[in-house]
């Protein structure tokens, strides 16, 4: 994979078909990153030391990595000097607790630890949506009329939390920090969605409901009795209440007009601040981030999502894949690596000869192997470690010396589990790199940061330093 | 095994995978399953690597044995329309309800109806027989919302029966949880040994439990052989790295201690995984659900990869 992939959509099969390394012989597997060399890297730090950028949005499929993406660049930002705070929105128990947010108050807390000397600050959330929308009732609402919503059982479940309320919640109180003004950077998590989409969608949702027909019949007891031009419609609303009625039972439907009749002077309210926050998002100092992993279904999301924020005309920054692995000893492949240790079993097994040779779990290796795999090393480009000439290394003369001794057994076969786990690795780069090629034939213009895959998971602030150093560090050395 | 089983867990553990691998399980010969998705995400399709479902059960799969897999995406909208059209005839007013914005108004933001219909489209296949008068479905397996969403998602009929407290809605609520409180249905978490999966997992049990919903198995995902002990690693980054070279060097591996380094280096975290994976092993032992384990497919979710997910279901009992 040469040449760079043609824009559009239809360089698809190109990318399956034509490009990745994966169809290729053993020569090339995991070693072929031209590919991804025509990628532009994501660059992070100046995105977020940056004073013109106020907003960074981290979106992308559930389990990928958003929260602590989100963390780890609010920390980062905040430690090279900006005021920053970081919305989280369902973020798990020990990540919370790595920025002391434990407590879920649905207020910023200032996060301690930071160690910054140009006045950087961090502050975290995590979002009460339930919380926030009581808020919003009492905010606009006169104290009896905001009892009354408080207090009407459809309110209370629409509230807690049913389908979509938790994204207009993260909308509004993403809309609300901006409004207060004290940060200069607001880094968002997204929810997590049923589909991409939800999150983007949620603004307008609520704008077309509201909008919408129906709400206004629900109302229409209050404002159109009596107005004889009405009276068609009011005919509807009874047919339609009556149905309405004999489903859900008449007193949830009471309830529903109660609190629609209630909520009516907050409507417009609901929807400016909607429409506000959705400009806020197409915004010059707003900057989307797509995470993912290297994965077929998350890569596929994060297509999704690329797609939607264009037609959106929402400013995509670029793709944050987490959890790349990459190896340090990228040219000796997968193939070499397993005949090497097949041999090494050998070996071992005319050592003892006590026949365990079984873990090498494979047919005895034919004798050609060890040629083989000695043609494959001067075939490597010089570039990759292997390349060194084998005199300045100990060679093959060596081994009459180490053999035959239980030490030097041992090392066969620990020699031969490391070269297994490479060849694991191995394929496991091969793997991630037929997933990206697929993204990058579909997407060749968005950038992507890669982040090296933890072996745990983060604890502290230190492990989110750690992750935004490698979010930062640009491309992997040898991924 | 319980009749409706459903799939839950952690965002990226593969539910779907799992959920569309343990029908096959269950399709034993002469027995069909119903494999339904309710988030719209047409995650059996991209599975299977067909065209998009429609809102209509159609065969996708015939399991080994012969069992057939049947496949359904759950439309929420759609599923209101056939309700009212089912119980008052009321296909005219539906339309016209869809047209005053009522049905996306009961679909998308009345609290809980979206889930009331899902759940209980899900129900009603596992309840409706043939005119023979057996199961239409022996089992249907659903890949349900994330775990951090699950007891909630089955549990919304309650909550629905509580605000509508009379009608159909609240009969059909009632209903609905009759089946899912019951024996009938069995609810699997998905998780991988990963602590934040491990710790949603356990909490999801905590909450199932406490909502009175069965809770089935937990099925251990993607588990990766492990090529190294711990031992060896330790031997490994010991005074051996010039051993090693020359160990290496004897099968025409070259490259002497500058392979070696990156080499232990990939062996010192595979040990650190190993036993990170051993500390969750404990945090699930200790939840005391059974468990069935799936190992990581290298290639991806492919066809022929969800067979031989089936067929290791199958050998630790399902569908026996």
Not at chain 1, 57 to 81: D, F, I, N, W
Not at chain 2, 104 to 121: E, M, N, Q, S, Y
Request: include cysteine; proline fraction near 5%.
């Amino acid at each position: 994979m040469t040449e760079k992939p043609t824009a559009g959509t239809g360089a698809d099969t190109k990318g399956r078909d034509g490009a990745g390394p994966d169809t290729t012989g053993p020569d090339t597997a995991g070693l072929d990153t031209a590919g991804l060399d025509a990628v532009p890297v994501l660059e992070l730090d100046p995105l977020i030391d940056d004073l013109g950028t106020r907003i960074i949005v981290c979106c992308g499929a559930g389990g990928v990595g958003k929260t602590t993406t989100a963390a780890a660049l609010g920390v980062r930002a905040a430690e090279r000097g900006r005021r920053v705070v970081v919305l989280t929105i369902d973020p798990a128990r020990r990540l919370a607790q790595s920025m002391g947010i434990d407590s879920l108050d649905n207020t910023p807390r200032k996060v301690d630890g930071i160690k910054g000397s140009d006045g950087g600050e961090l502050h975290a959330m995590m979002l009460d949506m339930k919380r926030t929308f009581d808020e919003i009732v009492e905010a606009h609402a006169e104290p009896e009329r905001a009892r009354a919503i408080l207090e009407n059982p459809f309110y209370q479940s629409l509230s807690a939390g049913f389908a979509g309320t938790q994204e207009y919640m993260a909308m509004e109180k993403l809309g609300q920090l901006r409004a207060r003004d004290e940060w200069d950077l607001i880094v968002v998590d997204t929810p997590p969605s049923r589909s991409a989409l939800d999150f983007l969608d949620a603004p307008k949702r609520l704008g077309s409901f509201l909008d919408g027909k129906f709400i206004k019949l629900l109302m229409a007891p209050a404002k159109v009795g009596g107005r004889a031009g009405m009276k068609f419609l009011n005919v509807g609303m009874s047919m339609m209440t009556g149905t309405l009625g004999k489903l859900l039972g008449g007193q949830f439907l009471k309830d529903v007009q109660t609190f629609v009749a209630a909520m009516d002077t907050m409507f417009g309210g609901f929807r400016t601040r909607a429409d506000a926050t959705y400009r806020l998002l197409q915004a010059p100092g707003t900057a989307f981030l797509v995470v993912a992993t290297p994965e077929r279904d998350a890569l596929r999301e994060a297509a999704y999502f690329v797609e939607r924020l264009a037609a959106e005309e929402m400013p995509l920054a670029g793709l944050v894949l987490n959890r790349v692995h990459g190896s340090g000893a990228a040219g000796l492949s997968a193939e070499r690596a397993r005949a090497a240790a097949e041999n090494l079993d050998e070996g071992r097994m005319t050592d003892r000869g006590d026949g365990k040779a079984g873990l090498s779990g494979s047919p005895a290796t034919s004798p050609e192997l060890s040629d083989l795999a000695t043609a494959a090393v001067s075939s490597v480009p010089e570039a990759a470690p292997t390349a060194e000439p084998a005199a300045q290394h100990p060679d093959v003369d060596d081994v009459d010396a180490v053999t035959g001794t239980d030490t030097d057994t041992d090392v066969r076969h620990l020699t031969a589990g490391l070269l297994r786990l490479h060849a694991e690795r191995m394929r496991v780069l091969a793997r991630e790199q037929r997933t990206r090629d697929r993204f990058t034939a579909l997407h060749p213009e968005v950038a992507v940061a890669e982040v090296a895959a933890l072996p745990g998971d983060v604890h502290d602030l230190a492990g989110l330093r750690a992750i935004g150093d490698r979010l930062t560090a640009g491309r992997m050395p040898s991924a | 095994m319980s009749r409706l089983q459903v799939v839950s867990g952690k965002g990226g553990t593969g539910k779907t995978t799992v959920a569309a691998a343990l029908a096959l399980a269950l399709a034993t010969e002469g027995k069909r399953t119903l494999l339904v998705e309710v988030e719209g995400r047409q995650g059996i399709a991209q599975l299977f690597e067909t065209e998009a479902l429609p809102y209509e059960e159609r065969k996708i799969a015939v399991a080994p044995g012969g069992g057939e897999v049947y496949a359904l995406a759950i439309d929420a909208e759609r599923a209101l329309l056939d309700y009212l059209q089912m119980f008052y005839k009321l296909g005219g007013a539906g339309r016209a309800l869809k047209k005053l914005g009522a049905i996306d108004f009961a679909t998308t933001i009345a609290p809980g109806v979206r889930d009331v219909l899902l759940t209980g489209k899900a129900c009603e296949a596992v309840k409706r027989r043939e005119k023979h008068g057996g199961h239409t479905y022996d089992h249907v397996v659903m890949d349900a919302p994330p775990t951090g969403r699950i007891t909630r998602f089955l549990n919304v009929n309650d909550e629905v029966a509580g605000l509508a407290r009379i009608g159909p809605i609240h009969n059909q609520a009632q209903a609905v949880m009759r089946v899912l409180k019951s024996p009938e249905t069995a609810v699997h978490l998905v998780t991988l040994l990963e602590e934040m999966p491990v710790q949603e997992t356990a909490d999801g049990i905590a909450e199932l439990r406490a909502a009175e919903l069965p809770v089935g198995r937990v099925v251990v995902n993607m588990v990766r052989p492990h090529v190294l002990d711990e031992a060896a690693v330790r031997a490994a980054s010991g005074d051996h790295r010039d051993a090693i070279a020359r160990s290496l060097a004897s099968v025409g591996v070259t490259g002497g201690t500058r392979l070696v380094e990156p080499l232990l280096d990939q062996a010192a975290e595979h040990a650190r995984r190993v036993e990170l994976e051993r500390e969750q092993r404990a945090v699930l032992d200790g939840i005391g659900v059974p468990a069935y384990e799936l190992p990581f497919l290298g290639d991806g979710g492919d066809i022929a990869g969800l067979y031989r997910l089936a067929k290791e279901l199958r050998k630790q009992g399902v569908g026996a």
